[in-house]
T-cell receptor, first 112, second 115 residues
Framework: GNSVTQMEGPVTLSEEAFLTINCTYTATGYPSLFWYVQYPGEGLQLLLK?????DKGSNKGFEATYRKETTSFHLEKGSVQVSDSAVYFC???????????FGTGTSLTVIP | EAGVTQFPSHSVIEKGQTVTLRCDPISGHDNLYWYRRVMGKEIKFLLHFVKESKQDESGMPNNRFLAERTGGTYSTLKVQPAELEDSGVYFC?????????????FGDGTRLSIL
């Protein structure tokens, strides 16, 4: 079946620290992979995506590379800001259907 | 362009009552989805509409949940009667097309609390 596992939170970092949020997946076929972000009091926003192996999605300084060999899509940012404080969700969309499969979300707090 | 809008943002009802959630997708998006996040767990799929037809309702938990999309525009999700385990955040999403690479655009969610 299809599933996503992401690292447990919460994560607390100081401003300008390096961020990694791990995400691994199980899927039938060749899924597309996504990171969504939920800022406090808001809905889910698409942060980045990758649709095939070795693709790198990037946006707002965040990056994630679709690694088929390790079934991973880890989110990274070189220097986080206070405004990056949010909950981050890894998700996959399998090519056999239209529903998204989400991880449990990782809460990030960045302190000045 | 207006995003996906959901109403109400928060609903508190007693066990056994009825609640109806509403979702207005992005204009022109034929695909509409409902998801639910319970108690900090993963966001789980409930169902998928294409226009007014239910394409996939495999995630609907039981027959106390009824989703409709009359006319293929906005959608409602009714819970009747509500139980304690129905508490959570209900998200609606829409997309223009289908397929694995299509991003889904989410609303802010409705936080449902059953007392």
């Amino acid at each position: 079946g299809n599933s996503v596992t992401q690292m447990e939170g919460p994560v607390t970092l100081s401003e300008e620290a390096f961020l990694t949020i791990n995400c691994t997946y199980t899927a039938t076929g060749y899924p597309s992979l996504f990171w969504y972000v939920q800022y406090p009091g808001e809905g889910l926003q698409l942060l980045l995506k990758a649709t095939k192996a070795d693709d790198k999605g990037s946006n707002k300084g965040f990056e994630a590379t679709y690694r088929k060999e390790t079934t991973s899509f880890h989110l990274e940012k070189g220097s986080v800001q206070v405004s990056d404080s949010a909950v981050y969700f890894c998700a996959l969309s399998a090519n056999t259907g239209n529903q998204f499969y989400f991880g449990t979300g990782t809460s990030l707090t960045v302190i000045p | 362009e207006a995003g996906v809008t959901q109403f109400p943002s928060h609903s508190v009802i007693e066990k056994g009552q009825t609640v109806t959630l509403r979702c207005d997708p992005i204009s022109g998006h034929d695909n509409l989805y409902w998801y639910r996040r319970v108690m900090g767990k993963e966001i789980k799929f409930l169902l998928h509409f294409v226009k007014e037809s239910k394409q996939d309702e495999s995630g609907m938990p039981n027959n106390r949940f009824l989703a409709e999309r009359t006319g293929g525009t906005y959608s409602t999700l009714k819970v009747q009667p509500a139980e304690l385990e129905d508490s959570g955040v209900y998200f609606c999403a829409s997309s223009q097309g289908q397929g694995a690479g299509q991003p889904q655009h989410f609303g802010d969610g409705t936080r449902l609390s059953i007392l």
